[in-house]
T-cell receptor, first 117, second 113 residues
Framework: DTAVSQTPKYLVTQMGNDKSIKCEQN?????MYWYKQDSKKFLKIMFS???????INETVPNRFSPKSPDKAHLNLHINSLELGDSAVYFC????????????????FGPGTRLLVL | AQSVTQLDSQVPVFEEAPVELRCNYS??????LFWYVQYPNQGLQLLLK??????LVESINGFEAEFNKSQTSFHLRKPSVHISDTAEYFC???????????FGTGTRLTVIP
């Protein structure tokens, strides 16, 4: 019954590899997000999708590519992984009810801990 | 551009003592304010938020925060903490008309038995 789920929970990989993280929400929300939390616990938004359309794309290397096959899923694909990509990646979702930016609560997944060796 | 400052990176406090976690923000437009809590190895959960109206907002587990526009602050308080309150607390803001949250660097609250 998890509201926002992410797979995998842990991901250990070598530099240069390509990997994907999947996110699914069963809340019926129409906006989904990816955040990166670094080793100092600082959280920063990477992307936001509304009804499969990209609406926020912060300064993120183009090795990171979000894909939204439907409004319940937002996957994150990372090419040519680097050591600095090691972090915890959180997916989140919110319900905009057609009007954005009214202080909607974002619901977070449990996180994916990525370690690049 | 918005920014959020949480001056205290770590706050140790004895069980049943009061606590205040400080949060200050800066923004050129109207904002909404949030406190999220992150328990060990978990995702973030909303604790409380201020949208409009009464400047004092409360959570179901005894936390409260007061929006102070003149001081651009949204400090979080609890009169008596429990061991289970040990967690990382994040203050965040979002602008009206935008979805994205800007987070502070977090405050680690450790409740000592």
């Amino acid at each position: 019954d998890t509201a926002v789920s992410q797979t995998p929970k842990y991901l250990v990989t070598q530099m240069g590899n390509d990997k994907s993280i999947k996110c699914e929400q069963n809340l019926g929300h129409d906006t989904m997000y990816w955040y990166k939390q670094d080793s100092k616990k600082f959280l920063k938004i990477m992307f936001s999708y509304n009804n499969k359309e990209l609406i926020i794309n912060e300064t993120v290397p183009n090795r990171f590519s979000p894909k939204s096959p439907d409004k319940a899923h937002l996957n994150l694909h990372i090419n040519s992984l680097e050591l600095g990509d090691s972090a915890v990646y959180f997916c989140a979702s919110s319900q905009d009810r057609g009007v954005r930016g009214r202080g909607e609560t974002q619901y977070f997944g449990p996180g994916t801990r990525l370690l690049v060796l | 551009a918005q920014s959020v400052t949480q001056l205290d990176s770590q706050v140790p406090v004895f069980e049943e003592a009061p606590v205040e976690l400080r949060c200050n923000y800066s923004s050129s437009v109207s904002v909404y304010l949030f406190w999220y809590v992150q328990y060990p190895n978990q995702g973030l959960q909303l604790l409380l938020k201020y949208l409009s109206g009464s400047t004092l907002v409360e959570s179901i587990n005894g936390f409260e925060a007061e929006f102070n526009k003149s001081q651009t602050s949204f400090h979080l308080r609890k009169p008596s903490v429990h061991i289970s309150d040990t967690a990382e607390y994040f203050c965040a803001v979002s602008e009206t008309g935008a979805n994205n949250l800007f987070f502070g660097t977090g405050t680690r609250l450790t409740v000592i038995p």
